[in-house]
């Protein structure tokens, strides 16, 4: 069986777990070997063993953190290099898709971002995109190269698997430009407790229909009572009510979990175009002709204020 090449996320060796949703995703393609990057991946070894990881190439250079993408990218090329897979694939985040573009372009070769889904084909790999508001799914090769796919968290289950995990030491030789662009500062955003929001099964969004950016308290406790993450629409984040790096669309980001839960978000295209995706769409809105319904799979017409804190109640009230 051919290989197939797994970029790791990790975080100081504990494995994030779209990687491993990229291994099972692997498998289904050929044998998966493992490269993991960067301070504490030989720690990711025993995880990534024990989800079908045949081999895991492994680097802990000091580069990966001091520089940006471009220490990476030169290991990635050389993990290529030695071990020659049909596909490399890697989760879709801003990081991985540049990333996954300068390395398409060194294996001169191409790459497809975004994918819900990797399957076999007879000519290679083939990505599944959604589109439009999944009014459309594209099924798209990489005809020349090996193929570099970015595919979105949340698009295939975790599933154990026992493969022999050989690790082998990657020793990484960076090229001129590796060290070009220096890292200056880095801080941590504090902790609220949730599910990071591109990786969560659940997310619940607030938009403009709240009225004021204290009103998100009720998303955020819905949020707690589901163990989900919290999104806004870019009209909610413009006027001061969450936090950018909250903001689901276009201009924000991309998420794709089990259930998207919209209230008060009207459901514009930059809206849709970052969470249509979304296996299971819930919306709550006053207006019975608001775009979102289109989308949704189950629509709520009513005020967010009284529906929504009726909703966390009776979750609550159920999970007692
Ligand atoms: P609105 O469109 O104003 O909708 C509010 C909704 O709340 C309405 O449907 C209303 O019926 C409902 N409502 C009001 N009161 C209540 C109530 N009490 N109970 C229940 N429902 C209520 N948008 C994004 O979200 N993400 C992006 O990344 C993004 N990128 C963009 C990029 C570009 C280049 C451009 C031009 C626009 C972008 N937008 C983005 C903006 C987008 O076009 C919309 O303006 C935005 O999504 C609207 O946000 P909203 O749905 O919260 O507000």
Known sequence: MADVLVVVDHVEGSVRKPTLELLTVARRLGTPVAVA?????????????????????????GEY???????????????????????????????????????????????I???????AGDEGPVA?????????????????????????PNSAPVEPAAAAGAVEELAVEFSPAA???RVVSRSARESTGRPELTEAAIVVSGGRGL???????????????????VGASRAAVDAGWYPHAHQVGQTGKSVSPQ?????????????????????????INKDAEA???????????????TVVPQLTEEINKRKA
Do not use: C, W
């Open 211 to 229: 009225g004021s950016g204290e009103n998100f308290a009720l998303i955020e406790a819905l949020a707690d009572a589901l163990g989900a993450a």
């Open 259 to 283: 259930l998207y839960i919209a209230s008060g978000i009207s459901g514009a295209i930059q809206h849709r175009a970052g969470m249509q995706t979304s296996k299971t769409i819930v919306a």
């Open 291 to 305: 775009p979102i319904f289109d989308l949704a799979d189950y629509g709520i017409v009513g005020d967010l204020h």
């Open 179 to 181: 060290r070009g662009t």
């Open 128 to 152: 599944v995109q959604s589109a439009f508001a999944a009014s459309y799914t594209t099924r798209s090769r990489v005809n020349r190269g090996i193929p570099v796919i970015t595919v979105k």
């Open 37 to 61: 990057l960067g301070a504490g991946a030989a720690q990711t070894v025993e995880v990534l063993a024990g989800h079908g990881a045949s081999r895991i190439l492994v680097s802990e250079a």
């Open 113 to 119: 971002t975004d994918a819900v889904d990797v399957e």
């Open 65 to 111: 953190a001091d520089f940006l993408v471009v220490p990476k990218v030169d290991a990635l090329h050389q993990a290529v290099k030695r071990v020659d897979p049909v596909a490399v694939l890697t989760v879709s985040s801003g990081e991985n898709k540049e990333i996954a573009a300068r390395l398409a372009l060194r294996l001169e070769s191409g790459v």
